[in-house]
């Protein structure tokens, strides 16, 4: 069975600062994918950001960045220029795909607290 | 287009009682999961609808637990009865297929007295 790690319940970055969210996954599939989602306070979780394992490129959406190391199974977030509304809870997540198949259920990590200081 | 609805926001009920929690995908969406946050602990995956039919119910904590799709639009979750480990946010999610992005639904807060 797969399983996500997010080593940090909480961090904190100053507003415009950049700041750097990790997460390890353990599994032996060789393709998946991983996954950023975003829960703010009292609002509903979003997509983030999505990385395909078969892609060496890390994924890059705005100012929402990742660094996927296949080998090392780690797959952290990065967010340039933190601003007041990117604080949530950031859960990294996993989903398998195994024989060209999709397994749609995501494994999730404990989630991570960001708070962003003005 | 609406989102993932979730009912009720919130539900408070005593150990041996009955609840049904009811998600609404979005208009189209063929799958739609059933995902709990028990405790502070990680959310773990409970079951994923296609259509009417269960693709996927390896999640499913015993046979306390009851999930519909009538019809393939909105699923219901039925606990029967509840138990104090029980309670946590259930989360519903839906997407187009499987490959695509899950939108998730704001939640139900479960409390189990």
């Known amino acids: 069975a797969q399983t996500v790690t997010q080593s940090q319940p909480e961090m904190s970055v100053q507003e415009a600062e950049t700041v750097t969210l990790s997460c390890t996954y353990d599994t032996s599939e060789s393709d998946y994918y991983l996954f950023w989602y975003k829960q703010p306070p009292s609002r509903q979780m979003i997509l983030v950001i999505r990385q395909e394992a078969y892609k060496q490129q890390n994924a890059t959406e705005n100012r929402f960045s990742v660094n996927f190391q296949k080998a090392a199974k780690s797959f952290s977030l990065k967010i340039s220029d933190s601003q007041l509304g990117d604080a949530a809870m950031y859960f990294c997540a996993y989903r398998s795909f195994v024989g060209g198949t999709s397994y749609g259920k995501l494994t999730f990590g404990q989630g991570t607290i960001l708070t962003v200081h003005p | 287009e609406a989102g993932v609805t979730q009912f009720p926001s919130h539900s408070v009920i005593e150990k041996g009682q009955t609840v049904t929690l009811r998600c609404d995908p979005i208009?189209?969406?063929?799958?739609l999961y059933w995902y709990r946050r028990v405790m502070g602990k990680e959310i773990k995956f409970l079951l994923h609808?296609?259509?009417?039919?269960?693709?996927?119910e390896s999640g499913m904590p015993n046979n306390r637990f009851l999930a519909e799709r009538t019809g393939g639009t909105y699923s219901t979750l039925k606990v029967q009865p509840a138990e104090l480990e029980d309670s946590g946010v259930y989360f519903c999610?839906?997407?187009?297929?499987?490959?695509?992005?899950?939108?998730f639904g704001p939640g139900t807060r479960l409390t189990v007295t």
């Open positions: 999610a839906s997407s187009r297929t499987d490959l695509y992005e899950q939108y």
């Open positions: 609808f296609v259509k009417e039919s269960k693709q996927d």
């Open positions: 208009s189209g969406h063929d799958n």
